[in-house]
């Protein structure tokens, strides 16, 4: 059974996380729900202390575009009716990173780079220095052959009918969290890859870089891992 053990010798906590979002530009667009997973060792192993899934208010005028409802399920009703003030999802989030806590998702850039823009308009985007980071998707790309969606993750890692990638962050969060565990069970490595995000290099990192974080250019299909390559 894997049990985390390299990470949790260095953090007292994991919050993995996942966005949906009104679009992919992180300055103009909304995250409409947020999920997130905090996990902490235990004996044995490693347990859930906390399972977050919120629907997150739009600004003033804002709304959900077809697209992006047809894609996730999520309607601006369903916003207007459940979706939570911003600024209560930002008080949310910096509970649950206060501490020595490890920040991962898969595609981590993406919503780092939403979560960061909802915090400093809403609420301490300051909570997000110092804190180390951890991209799966970087991860996968080094183990796995193309392509490397998270469904094709579930899919690599056996646990299509255990997990679901959705498009609802609370599923795709399962998912990732469920997808770290065999990572680690496959190869003792995961620390190497904090603060490291490998990106194509066709495409470049996309946006504004992550000041703590080291970006490579990472192929599709690897000679050895991306950390040996510094």
């Known amino acids: 059974m894997a049990n985390l053990e390299s990470l949790f010798s260095n953090y007292d ?3 993995l996380f996942d966005t949906e979002t009104t679009g992919l530009n992180f300055s103009r667009d909304e995250i409409i729900q947020l999920a997130a997973v905090v996990v902490e060792p235990a004996p044995g192993g490693y347990r859930v202390v906390r399972e977050y899934d919120e ?9 959900v575009p077809p697209r992006i409802q047809q894609l996730t399920g999520i309607s601006t009703q369903d916003l207007l009716e459940r ?36 915090l400093l308009g809403y609420g301490d985007c300051t909570v ?23 469904s094709n993750a579930i899919a690599a890692y ?12 609370v599923d795709d969060v399962l998912a990732t969290l469920a997808v ?43 000679k050895e891992p991306l950390y040996r390559c510094l």
């Open 158 to 169: 056996g646990l299509t009918g255990r997990v679901v990638n959705s498009h609802r962050a």
């Open 55 to 63: 629907l997150v208010a739009l600004s003033p005028g804002g709304f």
């Open 128 to 150: 997000l220095k110092g804190k180390d980071k951890l991209d799966l998707l970087t991860v996968y790309r080094d183990r796995k052959p193309y392509p490397h969606r998270l």
């Open 13 to 15: 906590r994991l919050m």
């Open 83 to 118: 979706g939570l003030p911003k600024t209560r999802i930002c008080q949310d989030v910096s509970g649950m990173i206060a501490g020595n806590t490890l920040l991962l998702a898969y595609n981590a850039h993406f919503d780092l780079s939403f979560l960061y823009y909802l």
């Open 180 to 222: 770290m565990v065999e990572m680690d069970r496959e190869r003792d490595d995961l620390l190497n890859y904090v603060n490291l995000f490998g990106y194509n290099a066709k495409y470049g990192i996309g946006g504004k870089a992550i000041s703590s974080v080291t970006y490579r250019p990472q192929s599709f299909d690897p």
